[in-house]
């Protein structure tokens, strides 16, 4: 609130508080950990460290994911049968002279 009063002092006329004020995001995200961790709605400390990494490395992959070069609508479905596939060409060995 300190923030909002400096402001108003400065002159600006009205604050815009949803934004900044707002801690939607982190009761969302302390649900997901209580959530983590079955019925236990008092996780310890060592819960909410654990459930942390794991959420910033799924998070990470799935940026990862969605993020490429492709997206899935891009990928082309893959025909499978039984016959057998084409054989490559044997590329030559080269020969080192020691």
């Given at each position: 609130?300190?923030?909002?009063?400096?402001?108003?002092?400065?002159?600006?006329?009205?604050?815009?508080?949803?934004?900044?004020?707002?801690?939607?995001p982190t009761e969302q995200y302390f649900s997901q950990v209580r959530n983590s961790t079955g019925s236990n709605h008092a996780p310890?400390?060592?819960?909410?460290?654990?459930?942390?990494?794991?959420h910033a490395v799924t998070?990470?992959?799935?940026?990862?994911?969605?993020?490429?070069?492709?997206?899935?609508?891009e990928k082309t479905k893959l025909m499978v049968n039984d016959q057998p596939l084409a054989k490559r060409a044997r590329k030559p060995l080269k020969r080192l002279n020691l």
């Amino acid at each position: 609130m300190k923030l909002a009063k400096e402001l108003l002092q400065e002159g600006y006329e009205f604050l815009l508080t949803e934004k900044m004020l707002c801690q939607d995001p982190t009761e969302q995200y302390f649900s997901q950990v209580r959530n983590s961790t079955g019925s236990n709605h008092a996780p310890t400390m060592k819960q909410f460290n654990l459930f942390t990494r794991v959420h910033a490395v799924t998070k990470s992959a799935q940026a990862q994911l969605n993020n490429g070069n492709t997206t899935r609508a891009e990928k082309t479905k893959l025909m499978v049968n039984d016959q057998p596939l084409a054989k490559r060409a044997r590329k030559p060995l080269k020969r080192l002279n020691l």
